[in-house]
């Protein structure tokens, strides 16, 4: 007895122990959370790193501290405001002694973005400051902000490929013919693409003939910004036969990009470090290839935006436009225009404006966020809409309430046209020997009927709704731009268009970002736009979720640049994308399943996405990418 009472004790004793260290670690943990902030006070001479792990966009989507947990990761965002004020307060900062672009692992961003960077980039460049770039394999969108670099470096087992815009687009007509889904499409619009995968098993010559033309002015404006930026690279020779060039460089790619004066230098990490170090200086007592480092998120939180002045309000529409609330980086109707009216009902708002970076979505929220932004105006400010990289379908409805559109030349937008699925599964059932029958005591009884079909009535009312809502949309687009409904309609059908176009059509009025559309917001105000500041009408994330997040993501900052691994080469970029292709598929069939009102949303747009995996398909695609061995 007396062997077992010890035993017990022991065991009692590790029991108490345990908990508590786990009680101090749950402590520590939540201090470390409540006190989790860039450290502003840490920054010291040294090369500022622009760290672009992961994706460019307008507004980052709150992040999920346990995605990562299971396995892989969701793609990390990087807010665009943050990028390019990091970068223009470098150019004159004489602490920043070079800039670094870490594009190892930079996945991109839409075309309108990425110039706004790559022209930050090309500004600290003039200033007279080094800026060095490093990959071991450039996209499209990272040769484009390395481009401007004062030095290109590539990883001598790495390289660049050019692809352009385009590609697959998947379609599920033929899938949806073998399970028995019987697609319902109600749509107004000849271009309104957003609906063919689910009614074709291919492009149709409309929508091929406006991807045609959008794709090739998107690609035109990049090789004119890559050839500017770097005149002497033998780019269009390398693009017209890069198969020849690779084969001629005995298939060694990093050889072909330094021989066609695509990159200035071919080194590994670990050279590219020591080569930072004789501008920025190395640390003492760290591994060789280390430089003194000024970390983003430091130098964002040293270099707040101004704060002085009156205040214009400034309201973001990012993202998919869905029924409901949404956090970052998914506009629902429900806070954007909650967020809106709170800000209005304070009153120190001076004028608004509306940043919009969305390909649509919910016709229904985009009319609801519509209808706050003209709360602004019932109270006497000046309304405008400054366009992002895209602003199509419902971007461009919720648009429609502003005094004047600023909008990028590369800004994707248009796609006036919406449409409605509804999916019903009576042929489906009827392969498992499921069938369907009941009592109806009028032509909509029980209807729309998901399992038993959808008759041709409801057919008939739904399709008329869809038409109405398309003549709702025109003479908003008619009032606000002043044209007749009949030019709307011409310029509309669903079509996409970009900036430039868009300018020339009457769709937007001026060029210009973000700063200039709240220069002329002040200047509507009757105020000087020396003396405004920019007010987001936003939730700020708490800084639990910051420092969770941190955590579950695996933050590289603290790392040292020698110490970092490698991004993927060329092979690793292409099971990137098979991943990234696997988890749009998974969303179109989300959108399918569970889209609720009438869609005003864009597809084409989707094809000049970054290759991002959602946080909501990751498990689901976790599992298939283990059944399937990708």
Same mark, same amino acid.
Request: net charge neutral; glycine share 12%.
């Given at each position: 007895?007396?062997?077992?009472?010890?035993?017990?004790?022991?065991?009692?004793?590790?029991?108490?122990?345990?908990?508590?260290?786990?009680?101090?670690?749950?402590?520590?943990?939540?201090?470390?959370?409540?006190?989790?902030?860039?450290?502003?006070?840490?920054?010291?001479?040294?090369?500022?790193?622009?760290?672009?792990?992961?994706?460019?966009?307008?507004?980052?989507?709150?992040?999920?501290?346990?995605?990562?947990?299971?396995?892989?990761?969701?793609?990390?965002?990087?807010?665009?405001?943050?990028?390019?004020?990091?970068?223009?307060?470098?150019?004159?900062?004489?602490?920043?002694?070079?800039?670094?672009?870490?594009?190892?692992?930079?996945?991109?961003?839409?075309?309108?973005?990425?110039?706004?960077?790559?022209?930050?980039?090309?500004?600290?460049?003039?200033?007279?400051?080094?800026?060095?770039?490093?990959?071991?394999?450039?996209?499209?969108?990272?040769?484009?902000?390395?481009?401007?670099?004062?030095?290109?470096?590539?990883?001598?087992?790495?390289?660049?490929?050019?692809?352009?815009?385009?590609?697959?687009?998947?379609?599920?007509?033929?899938?949806?013919?073998?399970?028995?889904?019987?697609?319902?499409?109600?749509?107004?619009?000849?271009?309104?693409?957003?609906?063919?995968?689910?009614?074709?098993?291919?492009?149709?010559?409309?929508?091929?003939?406006?991807?045609?033309?959008?794709?090739?002015?998107?690609?035109?404006?990049?090789?004119?910004?890559?050839?500017?930026?770097?005149?002497?690279?033998?780019?269009?020779?390398?693009?017209?036969?890069?198969?020849?060039?690779?084969?001629?460089?005995?298939?060694?790619?990093?050889?072909?990009?330094?021989?066609?004066?695509?990159?200035?230098?071919?080194?590994?990490?670990?050279?590219?470090?020591?080569?930072?170090?004789?501008?920025?200086?190395?640390?003492?007592?760290?591994?060789?290839?280390?430089?003194?480092?000024?970390?983003?998120?430091?130098?964002?939180?040293?270099?707040?935006?101004?704060?002085?002045?009156?205040?214009?309000?400034?309201?973001?529409?990012?993202?998919?436009?869905?029924?409901?609330?949404?956090?970052?980086?998914?506009?629902?109707?429900?806070?954007?225009?909650?967020?809106?009216?709170?800000?209005? %009902?304070?009153?120190?708002? /001076? #004028?608004?404006?509306?940043? *919009?970076?969305?390909?649509? =979505? &919910?016709?229904? !929220? @985009?009319?609801?966020?519509?209808? %706050?932004?003209?709360?602004? /105006? #019932?109270?006497?400010?000046? *309304?405008?809409?400054?366009? =992002? &990289?895209?602003? !199509? @379908?419902?971007?461009?409805?919720?648009?429609?309430?502003?005094?004047?559109?600023?909008?990028?030349?590369?800004?994707?937008?248009?796609?006036?046209?919406?449409?409605?699925?509804?999916?019903?599964?009576?042929?489906?059932?009827?392969?498992?020997?499921?069938?369907?029958?009941?009592?109806?005591?009028?032509?909509?009884?029980?209807?729309?009927?998901?399992?038993?079909?959808?008759?041709?009535?409801?057919?008939?009312?739904?399709?008329?709704?869809?038409?109405?809502?398309?003549?709702?949309?025109?003479?908003?687009?008619?009032?606000?731009?002043?044209?007749?409904?009949?030019?709307?309609?011409?310029?509309?059908?669903?079509?996409?268009?970009?900036?430039?176009?868009?300018?020339?059509?009457?769709?937007?009025?001026?060029?210009?970002?973000?700063?200039?559309?709240?220069?002329?917001?002040?200047?509507?105000?009757?105020?000087?736009?020396?003396?405004?500041?920019?007010?987001?009408?936003?939730?700020?994330?708490?800084?639990?979720?910051?420092?969770?997040?941190?955590?579950?993501?695996?933050?590289?900052?603290?790392?040292?640049?020698?110490?970092?691994?490698?991004?993927?080469?060329?092979?690793?970029?292409?099971?990137?994308?098979?991943?990234?292709?696997?988890?749009?598929?998974?969303?179109?069939?989300?959108?399918?399943?569970?889209?609720?009102?009438?869609?005003?949303?864009?597809?084409?747009?989707?094809?000049?996405?970054?290759?991002?995996?959602?946080?909501?398909?990751?498990?689901?695609?976790?599992?298939?990418?283990?059944?399937?061995?990708?």
């Amino acid at each position: 007895m007396k062997l077992v009472r010890g035993a017990w004790k022991i065991l009692v004793g590790i029991k108490d122990f345990l908990v508590l260290v786990l009680m101090l670690l749950f402590f520590a943990a939540l201090f470390a959370a409540l006190s989790y902030k860039p450290n502003k006070a840490a920054v010291s001479d040294g090369a500022l790193v622009v760290a672009l792990d992961g994706a460019l966009v307008e507004q980052p989507e709150e992040a999920d501290p346990f995605a990562n947990l299971g396995g892989g990761e969701v793609t990390k965002q990087h807010r665009l405001r943050d990028v390019l004020r990091a970068l223009e307060t470098a150019r004159t900062d004489d602490r920043v002694k070079a800039v670094v672009l870490d594009l190892d692992r930079f996945m991109g961003g839409y075309p309108a973005a990425v110039t706004e960077v790559a022209d930050a980039v090309g500004r600290v460049r003039a200033s007279g400051k080094k800026v060095l770039a490093y990959a071991t394999g450039y996209t499209d969108d990272g040769y484009a902000l390395a481009a401007n670099a004062s030095e290109i470096w590539v990883n001598p087992l790495g390289g660049t490929l050019f692809a352009g815009p385009g590609g697959t687009q998947l379609y599920y007509k033929g899938l949806m013919d073998k399970l028995g889904v019987n697609a319902h499409v109600y749509k107004v619009g000849k271009f309104k693409s957003a609906v063919e995968p689910y009614i074709r098993s291919d492009m149709s010559p409309e929508a091929r003939a406006a991807n045609d033309a959008l794709y090739g002015t998107l690609f035109a404006q990049w090789r004119e910004g890559v050839a500017k930026a770097r005149p002497k690279a033998r780019i269009a020779d390398y693009l017209a036969k890069p198969d020849e060039v690779v084969v001629g460089a005995r298939g060694d790619i990093a050889a072909s990009n330094l021989a066609y004066g695509l990159v200035d230098k071919v080194g590994d990490r670990l050279a590219f470090g020591k080569r930072v170090a004789e501008i920025a200086g190395a640390p003492t007592g760290k591994p060789a290839g280390s430089f003194k480092t000024i970390k983003l998120a430091d130098w964002v939180a040293a270099n707040p935006a101004p704060t002085g002045g009156d205040a214009i309000g400034v309201i973001t529409v990012a993202g998919e436009i869905v029924d409901g609330k949404a956090g970052p980086g998914h506009a629902g109707g429900d806070s954007v225009s909650a967020l809106l009216l709170k800000g209005l %009902a304070e009153k120190k708002l /001076k #004028a608004l404006v509306v940043r *919009v970076d969305s390909p649509g =979505g &919910s016709a229904m !929220a @985009s009319e609801q966020i519509r209808q %706050a932004i003209l709360q602004a /105006k #019932a109270q006497g400010l000046p *309304v405008v809409v400054s366009m =992002g &990289s895209l602003a !199509a @379908s419902g971007g461009y409805w919720v648009s429609t309430a502003g005094d004047t559109i600023f909008a990028e030349p590369g800004t994707i937008t248009g796609s006036i046209g919406i449409f409605g699925v509804l999916p019903s599964f009576e042929n489906s059932l009827a392969k498992i020997g499921v069938t369907t029958d009941g009592v109806r005591t009028t032509p909509l009884s029980g209807q729309p009927d998901v399992m038993g079909g959808i008759n041709p009535v409801t057919d008939r009312i739904l399709q008329a709704a869809i038409e109405s809502g398309y003549g709702r949309f025109v003479n908003l687009v008619a009032q606000s731009r002043k044209l007749t409904p009949q030019r709307v309609d011409e310029i509309g059908q669903g079509r996409v268009w970009i900036g430039g176009v868009a300018h020339q059509l009457k769709l937007v009025d001026r060029f210009g970002g973000i700063d200039a559309a709240i220069a002329e917001a002040a200047r509507r105000a009757k105020l000087d736009p020396a003396k405004v500041h920019a007010l987001y009408l936003e939730k700020a994330p708490s800084a639990w979720m910051q420092f969770a997040a941190s955590l579950a993501g695996g933050d590289k900052d603290d790392e040292d640049w020698a110490d970092q691994p490698a991004g993927a080469d060329l092979y690793g970029r292409i099971a990137l994308e098979r991943r990234a292709l696997l988890g749009q598929a998974l969303g179109d069939a989300r959108r399918l399943a569970l889209g609720g009102s009438v869609q005003a949303r864009c597809l084409e747009c989707a094809g000049l996405a970054p290759a991002m995996v959602r946080a909501e398909d990751k498990s689901l695609l976790d599992l298939l990418i283990a059944r399937i061995g990708l």
